[in-house]
């Protein structure tokens, strides 16, 4: 069992920053692929970004290539994603996601990954 814990999420205006973390409670954590989704009031659960189990590969969506950063720390069992240039777009609950794989390729499909955490409030003002 993998328990995920999101945190960093706040109210921050147009153009700012935000660093989220996600600290997992598993040994085995350098084992697991990682992904953040978001999700919009009204709108279906968005893939973000996604982190290959060394760090070596990483993806994005198109709407956050330039300005989202993914990296993970397999020492501290956390993902990060640095956000940079936030827009109000970019409103939504953030979750972080874990699929058990050291596959390079890596999914941007929810139901790929086995591990959720409770999400956490991204606001960011025009």
């Known amino acids: 069992q993998v328990q995920l814990a999101e945190s960093g999420g706040g109210l921050v205006q147009a153009g700012g920053s935000l660093r989220l973390s996600c600290a997992a409670s598993?040994?085995?954590?350098?084992?697991?692929?990682m992904a953040w989704f978001r999700q919009a009031p009204g709108k279906e659960r968005e893939f973000v970004a996604a982190?290959?189990?060394?760090?070596?590969?990483?993806t994005y969506v198109d709407s956050v290539k330039g300005r989202f950063t993914i990296s993970r720390d397999n020492v501290r069992n956390t993902v990060y994603l640095q956000m940079n240039s936030l827009m109000p777009e970019d409103t939504a609950v953030y979750y972080c996601?874990?699929?058990?794989?050291?596959?390079?390729?890596?999914?941007?499909?929810?139901?790929?990954?086995?591990?959720w955490g409770q999400g956490t409030q991204v606001t960011v003002s025009s």
């Open positions: 996601a874990a699929n058990r794989t050291t596959l390079t390729h890596l999914s941007d499909y929810a139901a790929a990954y086995d591990y």
């Open positions: 598993v040994r085995t954590f350098s084992s697991y692929a």
């Open positions: 982190i290959s189990w060394n760090g070596g590969s990483t």
